[in-house]
C-alpha cells in the first residue's frame, strides 16, 4: 500500500514533480522521494539513490538538492530511498530496509515512471556500501535485476587494516577514529558479513556493471581500489575513477569547485552510457 | 607532501571553514553520533 503527496519544490527546478511514497519496510513504513522530471518518458530509464552518513546520520533532505540537480541534468526519474540508522538500528536494520525500497520500486514502476527493465542503483558513502549490499542480497535471494551500479566512494570494510584507512587521520571529514567508531554502532556486537561489509563478499560474481569513484585523500581508497579489482576479476564490467586531490565527498563540500564538477559529469556519462542513452 | 598539501586547491576552503568552526572538523565533536 502507498501513499503520496506533493512536495513542493523549494528549488530553481520547476520542471521537477516531487513527490513522497510510503510502504511498508521490515519493521514499518519506509519513505521514498521521488525527482520525476515533467519531460521524461512514462516509463523512463530510472534510478534508485542510497544517501550517505557512515551509517548513523543523513536523510532524504541530505541529499534534496543533488537529487533534484541529477534528476534533471539525467532528464530521468531518481526514487530517493531512506533506511533506519545506528545505534538505535543496528545492522541488519539499514541494508533490509534499501531492499525493501529497491523491491518496491521493481514492484511499482509505472507509478513511479520507471522502465523496470532500466533501473539502476546508485548511493555515497554508505549509501555506497548499502548499495553493494543491496545488489548482493538481491542477486542471491533472486530478486528483481538491476541494470547498473554505482557505489560512490563506498563505505564497505570495517577492518580498517588498508594504508589509506591508516593515512587518513586529520583531513576532518571521515577520519580513521570517527569511521571505527561509525563501524562499531552499526555492527553494534555484531560480526560483520558481506551484506555489513561488502569487502567481505567472497563471491562479487553476477553483479550488474558498476561505476565506482573515490578521492586519492579519503579513507575509502584502497579498500573501493582492491574492490574494483576484485569485481573485475568476478567478471563484473566495471569503471573506476580515482579523483587527485579530492577527500572524503570534497564535491559535496566544494560543489563549485572545477574537480567537482569533472567528478559530476563523469557520474552523469557513466549513468547515460549504462542506462543505454546517449552521454 | 602532507595530505592536506595535496587538496584541491578549489576545494580546501569549505575544509578551512570546518575546522575554523570546529577544530579538528568533524573529529572535534566528541559523540559521533550528535555530527
Redesign the interface.
Known amino acids: 500500500m502507498s501513499e503520496s503527496r506533493a512536495a513542493a519544490p523549494k528549488g530553481t527546478f520547476p520542471r521537477l514533480q516531487i513527490t513522497e511514497h510510503h510502504y511498508p519496510g521490515p519493521d514499518g513504513s519506509l519513505t521514498l522521494r521521488l525527482y520525476r522530471p515533467e519531460t521524461a518518458a512514462a516509463l523512463s530509464p530510472g534510478l534508485i539513490y542510497i544517501h550517505g552518513g557512515?551509517m548513523?546520520?543523513g536523510d532524504l533532505e541530505s541529499q534534496d538538492e543533488n537529487m533534484r540537480e541529477a534528476a534533471t541534468e539525467l532528464n530521468m526519474p531518481i526514487a530517493s530511498i531512506d533506511y533506519r540508522k545506528a545505534?538505535e538500528h543496528p545492522y541488519p536494520a539499514a541494508p533490509e530496509d534499501c531492499y525493501a525500497g529497491v523491491s518496491w520500486v521493481f514492484a511499482n514502476p509505472e507509478t513511479l515512471g520507471m522502465d523496470p527493465t532500466n533501473i539502476g542503483l546508485m548511493g555515497a558513502s554508505a549509501g555506497g556500501g548499502l548499495a553493494l549490499a543491496t545488489a548482493l542480497m538481491l542477486r542471491d535471494r533472486g530478486g528483481p535485476e538491476l541494470a547498473y551500479l554505482l557505489p560512490i566512494y563506498p563505505m564497505i570494510d570495517d577492518r580498517h587494516a588498508t594504508p589509506s584507512s591508516h593515512?587518513?587521520v586529520?583531513?576532518?571529514?571521515?577520519?580513521r577514529?570517527?569511521s571505527i567508531?561509525?563501524w562499531g554502532?552499526y555492527l553494534g556486537g555484531k560480526t560483520a558479513d558481506a551484506y555489513a561489509a561488502p569487502a567481505r563478499a567472497e563471491d562479487l560474481t553476477r553483479l550488474p556493471p558498476t561505476y565506482i569513484d573515490v578521492g586519492?585523500?579519503d579513507l575509502f581508497r584502497d579498500e573501493n581500489i582492491e574492490i574494483t579489482q576484485r569485481l573485475s576479476a568476478a567478471g563484473v564490467s566495471v569503471e573506476f575513477h580515482l579523483w587527485?586531490?579530492?577527500?572524503h565527498a570534497?564535491e559535496l563540500?566544494?560543489p563549485?569547485?572545477?574537480?567537482?564538477r569533472r567528478i559530476w559529469a563523469t557520474r552523469y556519462a557513466a549513468i547515460r552510457r549504462m542506462a543505454g542513452l546517449s552521454e | 607532501m602532507s595530505?592536506?598539501d595535496?587538496?584541491?586547491?578549489?576545494?580546501?576552503?569549505?575544509?578551512e571553514a570546518?575546522?575554523e568552526a570546529?577544530p579538528?572538523?568533524?573529529?572535534?565533536i566528541p559523540d559521533?553520533?550528535a555530527?
Open positions: 557512515g548513523i546520520m545505534p593515512e587518513v586529520d583531513i576532518g571529514i571521515w577520519d577514529a570517527g567508531e561509525a554502532w586519492d585523500l587527485p586531490g579530492a577527500y570534497s563540500f566544494a563549485d569547485a572545477a574537480l567537482s | 595530505l592536506w595535496r587538496i584541491d586547491a578549489e576545494s580546501r576552503p569549505p575544509l570546518l575546522w570546529h579538528g572538523g568533524l573529529n572535534g559521533i553520533v555530527r
